[in-house]
């Protein structure tokens, strides 16, 4: 296809420096705590870096550690906008960078055809045509200030999805065969999650800084849950950390993480329960445990034998 005459001027703008970013590892845990979102000092630390040094940070860990809930905050806390691209099975370069409007451009061939113009092709290959998905979206020259992207789930994607991911990563732009090279103007603090069901690859991880979100201790999660169910009782609050901590260290299929136990202390705060029981426990495990096999193996005795273990009955 034949090029755009626009490639070294609105397709590819001189670049800036990023142009978000926190002041110091503590002022990032502090902005981060204002939004009840409760950091180490580590992830505190690798974020400020992000922030700094420009480079995408590729966030580890088990589902329910609070890895894209960190997008969301940051997001806030900065006042710029979160582009969200989920990855899935069977995810190409059409459905998260770009593609072109075909129906479009089959329409103004039609139009032009009925009028007797001329139809030229490089004509239907403009940004006027372009369907600007989250990857784009989020280097798109045009903007005003720099977003924040959340590639969610990597892992989920297909390996040859990531070769799509080094040029933005690495250079934060993206090549369009029938266009030019898009780069962005202001450059997005981009955060990568993944539940580590497969390895990311190391041309990837090079690109990016790294971090492992664990979960947390037994103090952490108090706190998280004193933030985010302010409702619940302190005693009730300890409990559940204290239930939740001991069920992750049993042989089950899904451990819960902390959006279960938050979604758990919710639903005890729902039904008035101001400490933990076996009969609570029984009828609201669906919050935390999502498989049978693991619901009837608490049911079966160790519900009760967490519940001793925790000082609860």
């Known amino acids: 296809m034949p090029s755009c005459a626009c490639v070294d001027t609105v397709c590819a703008p ?81 459905q998260a960078a770009y593609e072109w409007n075909y129906p479009r451009q089959l329409l103004e061939l039609q139009a032009r055809g009925a009028s007797g113009a001329g139809a030229r092709v490089a004509d239907l290959f403009t940004e006027e045509y372009l369907l600007r998905r989250p990857l784009l979206a989020a280097i798109d020259p045009s903007r005003t200030s720099a977003p924040v992207l959340l590639i969610d789930e990597l892992d989920r994607a297909d390996e040859e ?40 690859h190391d041309a990837l991880k090079r690109r990016c800084l790294y971090h492992w979100i664990d979960y947390p201790g037994l103090e952490q999660e108090v706190e998280i849950l004193r933030r985010k169910v302010p409702g619940v009782s302190e005693r009730l609050s300890r409990q559940i950390a204290e239930f939740v901590q001991r069920l992750r260290r049993v042989d089950l299929y899904k451990v819960p993480g902390v959006a279960e136990s938050i979604d758990w202390a919710e639903a005890l705060g729902q039904l008035g329960a101001t400490e933990l029981d076996q009969a609570r426990v029984d009828v609201t495990v669906g919050c935390f445990l999502k498989h049978q096999d693991d619901v009837e193996r608490l049911r079966g005795g160790l ?4 519940l001793a273990a925790v000082g609860a009955g």
């Open 14 to 94: 001189t670049y800036s420096a990023p142009t978000v970013g926190f002041d110091s590892v503590a002022d990032t845990q502090r902005l981060l705590a204002t939004q009840d979102y409760v950091a180490d000092e580590a992830l505190g630390i690798s974020l400020f870096l992000a922030s700094k040094l420009g480079r995408p940070l590729l966030l580890e860990g088990a589902p329910g550690v609070g890895k894209t809930e960190l997008a969301k905050v940051v997001s806030r806390i900065l006042g710029t906008d979160l582009i969200r691209l989920q990855c899935y099975e069977g995810l190409d370069l059409a």
């Open 161 to 200: 999805f990531e070769s799509f991911l080094l040029e933005l990563l690495s250079d934060f732009q993206i090549t369009i065969p029938e266009l030019g090279t898009v780069r962005a103007v202001h450059r997005p603090l981009v955060l990568l999650t993944s539940n580590r069901t497969r390895e990311v």
């Open 303 to 306: 519900g009760g034998e967490l």
